[in-house]
């Protein structure tokens, strides 16, 4: 079945302990990226790769990381954690850049306390 | 960076009941795509769109690209209560870029 899949769906942690949030999809597509999702603010976007060694800023890129060493996996890492990273985060993937729609996951729900 | 303008927030409405929803911006996309999102899940496509006045339809649901490349509605005719959940629109452009509404929380009643 044609997916993406986060890793894990629901994380409590304490501010400062580093964490990372897997994602991987099994369609062969080019561009993937990180959102986060708050009441009243719609999806934001954190980063995104159009390809694999390729990854860029998105709106609110502040505090975490990515990487893309492999076409399939796309983690999220937060270094250091901090009560404002409560949110709800979402991977996609689609083919390409252009006129490809996304392709979400079902989402990580994180605490920072 | 500017989010989409979505309308309304919320609705509720009776089972069997059209509903309409839209979403505007300043700014000209080449891609609108409408998803719905249930609980605890991820959203999910449910119409694309990719050119200046095009309509498409998806069953009961049917969308329209607005010609100005600044807007899209939605519209869900004869609803039932599965059609329940949060609908987001997303906006396209050149460069990449996208966008999300904030979203249409949407109630049926039986």
């Known amino acids: 079945e044609a997916q993406v899949t986060q890793n894990p769906r629901y994380l409590i942690t304490v501010t400062g302990k580093k964490l990372t949030v897997t994602c991987s999809q099994n369609?062969?597509?080019?561009?993937m990226s990180w959102y986060r999702q708050d009441p009243g603010l719609g999806l934001r976007q954190i980063y995104y790769s159009m390809n694999v060694e390729v990854t860029d800023k998105g709106d609110v890129p502040e505090g975490y990381k990515v990487s893309r060493k492999e076409k399939r996996n796309f983690p999220l890492i937060l270094e250091s954690p901090s009560p404002n990273q409560t949110s709800l985060y979402f991977c996609a993937s689609s083919f390409g850049p252009l006129n490809s729609p996304l392709h979400f996951g079902n989402g990580t729900r994180l605490t920072v306390t | 960076g500017q989010q989409l303008n979505q309308s309304p927030q919320s609705m509720f409405i009776q089972e069997g009941e059209d509903v309409s929803m839209n979403c505007t911006s300043s700014s000209i996309f080449n891609t609108w795509l409408w998803y719905k999102q249930d609980p605890g899940e991820g959203p999910v496509l449910l119409i694309a769109?990719?050119?200046?006045?095009e309509l498409t339809s998806n069953g009961r649901l049917t969308a329209q690209f607005g010609i100005t490349r600044k807007d899209s509605f939605l519209n869900i005719s004869a609803s039932i209560p599965s059609d329940v959940g949060i609908y987001f629109c997303?906006?396209?452009?050149?460069?990449?870029?996208?966008?999300f509404g904030a979203g249409t929380r949407l109630t049926v009643k039986p």
């Open positions: 369609m062969n597509h080019e561009y």
């Open positions: 997303a906006g396209r452009k050149s460069n990449n870029d996208m966008r």
């Open positions: 769109l990719y050119k200046a006045g």
